[in-house]
């Protein structure tokens, strides 16, 4: 498998989360990374993309301050801490990854994992 996404559950808004997306073996050394989602209805959206080598990091503004992107590399895992958690973060969330930065961040990258749902909501 290239990419599995987990952590995705039910939380009340104002709660967290965190995201996992483990990768194959060194995948974090030569791809960069990044999650997407999709709600109900809606097109799929950048949540935020990190760059490799350099680890440059891209959120989009409705994340921002919220939304922390990391990655370790020995342990070949991505994840996404989602804090401050709205309804309006309900979707299923995708990890993606690609050899070309500029593909991660317009979405168009060749590998995506399967998706984890997150549920905000009281």
């Known amino acids: 498998v290239q990419l599995q996404a987990s952590g995705g559950g039910l939380v009340q808004p104002g709660g967290s989360l965190r995201l996992s997306c483990s990768t194959s073996?060194?995948?974090?050394?030569?791809?960069?990374v990044g999650w997407f989602r999709q709600a109900p209805g809606k097109e799929r959206e950048g949540v935020s993309c990190?760059?490799?080598?350099?680890?440059?990091?891209s959120y989009a503004d409705s994340v921002k301050g919220r939304f922390t992107i990391s990655r370790v590399k020995a342990d070949d895992t991505m994840y996404l801490q989602m804090n401050n958690l709205r309804p309006e973060d309900t979707a299923i969330y995708y990890c993606?990854?690609?050899?070309?930065?500029?593909?991660?961040?317009?979405?168009?990258?060749?590998?995506w994992g399967q998706g984890t749902l997150v549920t905000v909501s009281s």
């Open positions: 073996e060194s995948t974090l050394d030569y791809y960069s």
């Open positions: 990190i760059s490799s080598p350099e680890g440059s990091t």
């Open positions: 993606t990854k690609d050899s070309d930065w500029g593909k991660v961040v317009a979405g168009k990258a060749d590998y």
